[in-house]
């Protein structure tokens, strides 16, 4: 069935690429080419992955100057976009590089704790169950961002991430979202007050990527229009 001519990045920030020959295979996936180049062809390729099957996100990388999980890529559907066979696979971008393939996701993980994005309840848990009405507004906003299983896919996809290093970014700010949402939570102003700063849900410019990107289809950008929103309500009351 042929070769694919694949170009990895080697190195950390500073490196190049190296190119492989791998075999053509049905039902190819992107991770399935990088796994044949460190078991076949050169075992000191680094990579990340555990699920296989899209559900952790840890094999994402920056494919074709794309970044997706590789996991759930097809190689026959990139040959399509791209018209032809040959291949480039980076580390995700606005991360720094530990080495190869593997992006340190430190940074971005610090930002969900700047965000405030831990659940805080409002009391001591009780004996029961919390009852949250499932057709409730703020129910329903919480659960359109709910899935984000943090790959950081959205976060290399962003635009203002790369020329603005302190940009929270749009899964810190999604999980925000949701937060504020849940009415079990007790830290709303502490973390709205954490998220309306220059670097936080003002500094998106609308532009999509994160949305267009986002592996589980969610709509990052949407949830930081709703942090705006409820910054300037909490802002004209006097409570920011």
């Not at 961002?145 to 943090?150: A, H, K, R, S, Y």
Request: hydrophobic letters at 45%; charged letters at 20%; a positive charge.
């Amino acid at each position: 069935m042929g070769t694919i001519e694949v170009r990895v990045w080697r190195g950390a920030a500073e490196g190049k690429y190296q190119s492989f020959a791998v075999p053509r295979r049905a039902n190819q996936t992107v991770l399935d080419l990088v796994t044949y180049i460190q078991r076949t062809l050169d075992p000191t390729l680094a990579y990340r992955f555990a699920c296989r099957v899209g559900m952790c996100g840890s094999c994402a990388m920056t494919v074709n100057g794309k970044p997706r999980w590789t996991c759930r890529t097809h190689v026959a559907r990139l040959a399509l976009e791209s018209g032809g066979d040959a291949m480039t696979i980076e580390p995700l971008k606005n991360l720094p590089v530990v080495k190869d393939l593997v992006a340190d996701l430190a940074p971005f993980f610090d930002k969900w704790a700047k965000a405030e994005g831990s659940f805080k309840p409002t009391a001591e848990p009780g004996s029961d169950f919390a009852v949250v009405a499932p057709a409730s507004a703020a129910r329903v906003a919480a659960d359109a961002g709910i899935e984000c299983i943090g790959c950081a896919v959205c976060y290399s996809a962003c635009d203002v991430a790369a020329w603005n290093p302190d940009y929270l970014g749009p899964a810190a700010l999604n999980r925000a979202w949701t937060l504020q949402n849940d009415v079990r939570d007790g830290h709303h102003a502490a973390r709205l007050a954490a998220v309306a700063g220059d670097a936080g849900c003002h500094a998106c410019h609308t532009q999509q990527s994160c949305r267009a990107h986002c592996p589980k289809g969610l709509n990052p950008s949407a949830a930081i229009a709703g942090l705006k929103r409820a910054a300037l309500g909490a802002l004209l009351k006097g409570e920011l």
